[in-house]
């Protein structure tokens, strides 16, 4: 069953959100897009708060909203939602904050009880039962909230901004544990969030939205590599890899290595900014620990930077200045060496 | 406000206070503890325990007590929801009826008392049909107390409550909302928790307000010792016969005062915490 939306809200304030979007079983879709585009009026049109003023929303035949004559409310819909800052309820235990939808749908206190503590005990919280939500930390809130959604086996499960409230340190830990999650929800997720990065690592497709319009759609690889606008290649202009670690060196899934700056072991992912990679016309000496050579095959002009795509092992994204094209004399098949700084590096857990 | 500057440590930065001012802020001080303090030192200390334990005392305390406290629990019924309307409801006109609801808070509660009379009198305008239909009559009975007192008292409990919810985030009512929770569910186990504080509040001030009820009480309820004479009632109808009497059923009324004001200190005197 795939959900599919023709989502048209008008707002007196004049912004109007109008974009189709599908969501199949098993995928996960971010809607990525700076504040004020829409994203969040997006989700709450989805989840029921907010009627469509025109458009569909539809579980292959159920209408869960055909505007205007259609309208279920979010309490009858098969959805989980994770809020921003979770919004747990302060007087519930953690456990009976899991238990709460089960309950809202008629099963027994006792059931219900067993059954948020199975998910507790899934999302490594069973000795967090009986604390209040207080007392839980910003990552321990986060799963909670998960497992509050989730509990009821919703078709439709939306996030909205599930990591912004968590500091950078939690963060890396609390996204590769998301993930996992998503792995193994049947169901259809659809993730709202402003960081590319999130977006890039737990989406299989991204919605990129801006000013209520999709200005692109795609895997976050075809984005990453033909991004449309400027907008668009400041917000997923990342170099992104899977790979696997052992101490400072991790063999990348699609071939080559690369040295990082702190120690990791397994899978890992390893993101730099297209601006830490600098070209060079021979091999560098120096300090650079990275360095492999590459063949350019687009080069993309922007209004203050020049993104050059490059191939090679592994394929890069550079971002340099319009001097340095003219510098380098720069087109397309030409060959160079691109250098990259272990310290710029980022390296996740998956 | 009951905040001094005293409380704040280092130099005043405007210079002195002036004495146009200060000279009648002491005076309106003394004028509001004066006769308090008059109270208590007019009081009869050393008969004051015997007559505390009167039959006519008890009497009138266990009928203010149960009284007040069963139109406070009216209050509740009627004013949680009515609140919530108010606050949530999304009504045309809120604004008028949020006014007309808090009318029997400025109005002379004789004034209420007659309109009670009016409507729910023997001849009243429901007051017949309740006599001719169910034998009811409310006037001068102690269900009469009851409603007299919860007219008057639950303007009190609906502001007190309807500023909870404003205070609460709608938000956790639209989580509910996504877990599959109906209003009526989502009112009662997320809405209602959040704003307990705001609801014991306005129930102590309600109280309160019902125990020192008289003007509403004496013309709906009459005065009849045993059925409608509360603490308020005694008070008045000893001054005459028994002054010594009126003090300690004043200094008991006094007492009960300090205690609510005490308890709803932080939540209430200081602003809302």
Not at chain 1, 33 to 55: F, I
Not at chain 1, 282 to 288: C, F, H, I, M, T
Not at chain 2, 188 to 196: E, F, K
Request: overall charge neutral.
């Amino acid at each position: 069953m795939t959900l599919r939306a023709d989502l048209r809200v008008t707002r007196d304030s004049g912004f109007s959100l109008a974009f189709d979007l599908t969501v199949e079983p098993g995928e996960v879709v971010a809607l990525l897009g700076p504040n004020g585009a829409g994203k969040t009026t997006a989700l709450r049109a989805l989840a029921g708060l907010l009627p469509l003023t025109e458009g569909h929303i539809r579980l292959d035949d159920d209408p869960w909203d055909l505007a205007p004559s259609v309208f279920r409310p979010a309490e009858r819909r098969p959805i989980g939602v994770v809020f921003q800052d979770y919004l747990l309820f302060g007087h519930l235990s953690a456990l009976d904050n899991v238990a709460f939808g089960l309950r809202a749908r008629g099963a027994t206190r006792a059931v219900a009880r067993a059954e948020a503590a199975r998910w507790l005990e899934r999302v490594g919280l069973a000795d967090h039962a009986h604390v209040r939500p207080r007392r839980l930390s910003g990552g321990q809130a986060q799963r909670v909230a998960l497992a509050r959604a989730l509990v009821t086996g919703p078709e439709l499960l939306l996030l909205d901004e599930p990591l912004a409230a968590l500091d950078a340190s939690t963060r890396t830990r609390v996204r590769a544990e998301l993930g996992r999650h998503l792995r193994d929800y049947q169901g259809r997720t659809l993730l709202v969030t402003h960081d590319p990065l999130d977006a890039m690592i737990l989406a299989d497709r991204l919605v990129i939205l801006e000013d209520g319009h999709v200005v692109q759609e795609g895997t976050p690889a075809e984005i990453a590599r033909r991004p449309r606008t400027e907008y668009v290649a400041n917000l997923v202009g990342l170099n992104l890899y899977r790979g696997t670690a052992r101490g400072t060196v991790v063999d990348l899934d699609g071939g080559g290595r690369l040295a990082i700056a702190a120690p990791a072991t397994g899978a890992v992912h390893v993101a730099f900014p297209p601006a830490a990679v600098s070209l060079h016309p021979a091999e560098p000496a120096g300090s650079p620990r990275n360095t492999w050579p590459v063949t350019v095959v687009d080069i993309e002009q922007h209004a203050h930077i020049t993104r050059i795509r490059l191939d090679g092992t592994p394929p890069v994204l550079a971002d340099i200045t319009t001097a340095s094209v003219a510098e380098l004399g720069l087109e397309p098949g030409g060959t160079l060496w691109a250098a990259l700084k272990a310290t710029e590096t980022h390296t996740y857990s998956t | 406000m009951i905040r001094t500057p005293e409380s704040r440590r280092g130099r005043p930065a405007h210079g002195r206070r002036p004495v146009v001012l200060v000279l009648p802020a002491v005076l309106g001080i003394a004028f509001l503890i004066v006769p308090l303090a008059g109270l208590l030192i007019r009081a009869p200390w050393d008969t004051l325990p015997s007559r505390l334990f009167s039959a006519e005392v008890g009497a009138a305390l266990r009928l203010s007590l149960v009284c007040a406290s069963l139109a406070t629990v009216i209050c509740l019924l009627l004013g949680i929801p009515l609140a919530w309307l108010l606050a949530r409801g999304d009504l045309p006109g809120r604004g008028l009826l949020r006014a007309l609801v808090t009318v029997p808070l400025v109005l002379p509660p004789v004034v209420g008392g007659v309109a009670l009379l009016l409507v729910l009198g023997r001849r009243g305008l429901i007051g017949q049909h309740l006599d001719a239909w169910f034998g009811i009559s409310l006037p001068f009975t102690t269900a009469g107390v009851v409603v007299a007192e919860a007219f008057v008292a639950m303007p009190f409990l609906v502001i007190s409550v309807e500023g909870a919810l404003r205070a609460a985030d709608p938000r956790y009512e639209e989580a509910a909302a996504t877990l599959g929770a109906s209003r009526w569910l989502t009112f009662r186990r997320v809405t209602l928790p959040s704003i307990m504080p705001g609801v014991v509040a306005g129930s102590v001030l309600c109280w309160a307000r019902a125990l020192g009820e008289f003007g509403a009480t004496i013309t709906f309820a009459g005065n009849f010792p045993g059925t409608t004479t509360t603490m308020p009632l005694a008070v008045y109808l000893a001054l005459e016969t028994d002054p010594e009497a009126a003090i300690v059923l004043s200094i008991v009324l006094l007492l009960v005062a300090v205690l609510v004001l005490a308890g709803l200190r932080d939540r209430w005197i200081s602003g809302p915490s």
